[in-house]
């Protein structure tokens, strides 16, 4: 494997576009995504682009996958235009979705038919952070896959630091969310799926997880009053309904 792989990145959303405009400063990176209007901009940041996920992997080393969810992953991977029509054998899939994970090791079987390797490797920080290089990542992967998968990981992951990234981040988006609602950079309905994830690893394992539990069904609470689409920051608004004596203290500011 080369120290400047050839890449290809799937899906182009708020965290796939800022990720491979950061790949695409160092390493050959070609896009794909549905949309063509998420094509467009990621051409416009310089990126070559793909209409379909086999198309952008067919000369691909490398294949980082940034979409919703499982049913999006098999689709991406297995369908009839999917990556693995085209892959060559012995290439890295990087799974940069939240999936859990029976969901990670399925896809690594079916992958693995194929002779191509899987990188679980979730991702948190948002699309700021993505576009920097300064993510946190969670990695599973054998060792031949993790060897090939470095040089993309390296240059999205961050080293850490002593302030905290949530309240720096979050704090100003509640704010907002009583003055016209924030930036939706992290949706109510991917938290409810997330959550839906580590309670059931917790329940299969045995181990009680109550603050995860408390903070699933807030987001269950407000993914119920409409607010699935809605940024994460939102869920302020149900702890503190705008009209209410502190809802209009902190609208005020």
């Known amino acids: 494997m080369s120290d400047r792989p050839r890449v290809a990145v799937v899906g182009l959303g708020s965290m796939g576009l800022p990720m491979a405009t950061r790949l695409a400063a160092t390493l050959p990176v070609t896009g794909s995504d549905p949309a063509p209007p998420r094509r467009d901009l990621a051409d416009r940041a310089g990126i070559g682009t793909a209409?379909?996920?086999?198309?952008?992997?067919?000369?691909?080393?490398?294949?980082?996958?940034?979409?919703?969810?499982?049913?999006?992953?098999?689709?991406?991977?297995?369908?009839?235009?999917?990556?693995?029509?085209?892959?060559?054998?012995?290439?890295?899939?990087?799974l940069t979705s939240t999936v859990g994970p029976d969901a990670a090791r399925t896809t690594a079987a079916r992958l693995g038919g194929g002779g191509h390797l899987l990188v679980d490797a979730p991702v948190s920080g948002g699309p700021a952070r993505a576009g920097a290089g300064d993510l946190l990542v969670v990695?599973?992967?054998?060792?031949?896959?993790?060897?090939?998968?470095?040089?993309?990981?390296?240059?999205?992951?961050?080293?850490?630091?002593a302030g905290s990234f949530m309240f720096a981040d979050r704090g100003p988006r509640m704010v907002q969310a009583y003055t016209g609602g924030a930036e939706v950079r992290s949706r109510v309905d991917i938290f409810v799926k997330d959550l839906g994830i580590v309670s059931g690893a917790g329940r299969d394992a045995h181990v009680p997880l109550p603050l995860a539990a408390a903070a699933q069904q807030l987001f269950l609470l407000a993914e119920a009053a409409g607010l699935g689409a809605a940024d994460d920051s939102s869920v302020v608004t149900l702890l503190s309904p705008p009209g209410s004596a502190r809802g209009e203290q902190v609208g005020e500011g």
Do not use: N, S, Y
């Open 51 to 94: 209409a379909t996920p086999g198309a952008a992997a067919r000369d691909a080393d490398v294949v980082l996958l940034a979409v919703r969810d499982q049913a999006q992953v098999d689709a991406a991977l297995f369908g009839p235009d999917g990556v693995t029509a085209t892959l060559r054998p012995g290439a890295t899939v990087i």
């Open 139 to 161: 990695v599973g992967a054998g060792g031949p896959a993790l060897e090939a998968a470095r040089p993309v990981l390296d240059l999205l992951l961050g080293r850490g630091a």
